[in-house]
Nanobody, 128 residues
Framework: QVQLVESGGGSVQAGGSLKLSCIAS????????MGWFRQAPGKEREAVAV????????YYADSVECQLTISQNNSWKTAYLEMDRLKVEITAIFYC?????????????????????WGQGTQVTVSS
């Protein structure tokens, strides 16, 4: 059973930082495409950043209201999303997703339907 569990969300003042974590199990994490998506109320779920756990591949959305760093740890089977200089506009539920044991698609990495497995999400709220 593929399972993804997000954590690290919460409330933070504008300009602050958060680091989200996604603990994976039930698939070959060491050669998987892992992604972070966000969904604000009334809006579609959209890609934020993606990383291939085998190394050498990362993708970032063009317009996100903070500085982003995606990373991962093979030993702990965990993907991370570091967010700095947060703005109110980034407020959303953040979801971890994976294609399982697959490379990230260089042309369509941002597409929601590229990912088969999803976590339950973690709320990120930024206040001014």
């Amino acid at each position: 059973q593929v399972q993804l569990v997000e954590s690290g969300g919460g409330s933070v003042q504008a300009g602050g930082s958060l680091k989200l974590s996604c603990i994976a199990s039930g698939y070959g994490y060491g050669s998987a495409c892992m992604g972070w998506f966000r969904q604000a109320p009334g809006k579609e779920r959209e890609a934020v950043a993606v990383i291939y756990t085998g190394g050498g591949i990362t993708y970032y959305a063009d317009s996100v209201e903070c500085q982003l760093t995606i990373s991962q740890n093979n030993s702990w089977k965990t993907a991370y999303l570091e967010m700095d200089r947060l703005k109110v506009e980034i407020t959303a539920i953040f979801y971890c997703a994976t294609r399982g044991r697959s490379y990230c698609n260089s042309a369509f990495w941002y597409r929601r339907d590229e990912y088969q497995y999803w976590g339950q999400g973690t709320q990120v709220t930024v206040s001014s």
